[in-house]
């Protein structure tokens, strides 16, 4: 959320949004958008997300 001169976000995604467009607000669009490809990752998990199927029983009671 941007008021005035605060601008506040909750959680990763939308941290970085609210950087972004305070990146954008202070020093252009263009800085904003290269910021973009700097801030770029790829994560690596330690333990993969399983596939469609792929779950025990015991797994999804786990979460229901």
Known sequence: MADDRAF???GVAAGI???LHLAATLAGEDVA???RF???YVPQPPVRPPEL???T???VAGVA
């Open 8 to 10: 506040t976000a909750a």
């Open 17 to 19: 949004d609210a950087a």
């Open 33 to 35: 958008r290269g910021s």
């Open 38 to 40: 700097g801030i770029a």
């Open 53 to 55: 199927g792929e779950c």
């Open 57 to 59: 029983p015991g797994e």
